[in-house]
């Protein structure tokens, strides 16, 4: 079965930035929607971004402005340049998509493993 392999997170002081990368573990048929979700400790999993395969985006109130999500089609990979980085945003970081993995495959739900993102002086 096919995997979501996040990679970028890390340790920053506020103010800064980090990218994070988000791709299947190999080939797959098509992606439709990608999205950014976080956790926080205590904290229900919440929405950060979402972005389709045409490009429109969705963002949370707290993100806008500061983070930005992308997409490579023809790498199948997502992105999210997160700048101006707050101590709120400290969360484990989640990658989901919805995916056809063959042909014909139905559509599927796919999460990450998960990438933490803590933002500290």
């Known amino acids: 079965q096919v995997q979501l392999v996040e990679s970028g997170g890390g340790l920053m002081q506020p103010g800064g930035s980090l990218r994070l990368s988000c791709a299947p573990s190999r080939m797959i048929f098509s992606i439709n929607v990608m999205g950014w979700y976080r956790q926080a400790p205590g904290k229900q999993r919440e929405l950060v971004a979402t972005i389709v395969s045409g490009g429109s985006t969705n963002y949370a109130d707290s993100v806008k402005g500061r983070f930005t999500i992308s997409r490579d089609n023809a790498k199948n990979t997502m992105y999210l340049q997160m700048n101006s980085l707050q101590a709120e945003d400290t969360a484990v970081y989640y990658c989901?998509?919805?995916?056809?993995?063959?042909?014909?495959?139905?559509?599927?739900?796919?999460w990450g493993q998960g990438t933490q993102v803590t933002v500290s002086s």
């Open positions: 989901n998509a919805n995916l056809r993995e063959r042909f014909n495959s139905p559509w599927r739900n796919y």
